[in-house]
T-cell receptor, first 111, second 115 residues
Framework: GQQLNQSPQSMFIQEGEDVSMNCTSSSIFNTWLWYKQDPGEGPVLLIALYKAGELTSNGRLTAQFGITRKDSFLNISASVPSDVGIYFCAGREAAGNKLTFGGGTRVLVKP | DAGVIQSPRHEVTEMGQEVTLRCKPISGHNSLFWYRQTMMRGLELLIYFNNNVPIDDSGMPEDRFSAKMPNASFSTLKIQPSEPRDSAVYFC?????????????FGNGTRLTVT
């Protein structure tokens, strides 16, 4: 089963607001990834994190690799309607090549 | 650049029938993954290959599921016989193992409905 707890499960946001979501793990990961999935499509990579404490931005997106290596967060600043979708965190342990995914955060934007 | 290509996009079949899902990974990638996505269980890893060799199939639900990768550019996931509980979206993903921690690149999935 899944080892990652992702929260919140869903959220409504007002256009222009900042959004934050996070993942916590029972295992130590050496890689954290954040993906976005639009309806009818596969997840698309947003940000990749490779070092504890790393803070990385991609446009209006910012993600951090927690210093304990067991958590990560994603922030979206000044949200717009196209931010609607499901966001997934994923972690990879030091041994092996497997990615474990969180349960997803469904983001809905208020008109 | 072509991404991961999956076929078919949609498959509707009757219980008991054989189903074959197909995947073409990104050229040059040497790791291939099959995931299943459902509302209840999210994204679950079924099996993954490195250099065409199955490495971990612990996520394959049962003997009705099998996966092959006969060469670096093609993989199949087969369900025989199919059951209604197999209905889900099946994703294939590929990455470049050995190039640091290469992220996975996903296809657009095959939506399987078993009636």
């Amino acid at each position: 089963g899944q080892q990652l707890n992702q929260s919140p499960q869903s959220m409504f946001i007002q256009e222009g607001e900042d959004v934050s979501m996070n993942c916590t793990s029972s295992s130590i990961f050496n890689t954290w990834l954040w993906y976005k999935q639009d309806p009818g499509e596969g997840p698309v990579l947003l940000i990749a994190l490779y070092k504890a404490g790393e803070l990385t931005s991609n446009g209006r997106l910012t993600a951090q690799f927690g210093i304990t290596r067991k958590d990560s967060f994603l922030n979206i600043s000044a949200s717009v309607p196209s931010d609607v979708g499901i966001y997934f965190c994923a972690g990879r342990e030091a041994a092996g090549n497997k990615l474990t995914f969180g349960g997803g955060t469904r983001v809905l934007v208020k008109p | 650049d072509a991404g991961v290509i999956q076929s078919p996009r949609h498959e509707v079949t009757e219980m008991g029938q054989e189903v074959t899902l197909r995947c073409k990974p990104i050229s040059g990638h040497n790791s291939l993954f099959w995931y299943r996505q459902t509302m209840m269980r999210g994204l679950e890893l079924l099996i993954y290959f490195n250099n065409n060799v199955p490495i971990d199939d612990s996520g394959m639900p049962e003997d009705r599921f099998s996966a092959k990768m006969p060469n670096a550019s093609f993989s199949t996931l087969k369900i025989q016989p199919s059951e209604p509980r197999d209905s889900a979206v099946y994703f294939c993903a590929s990455s470049l193992k050995g190039a640091g921690d290469s992220p996975l690149h996903f296809g657009n999935g095959t939506r399987l409905t078993v009636t």
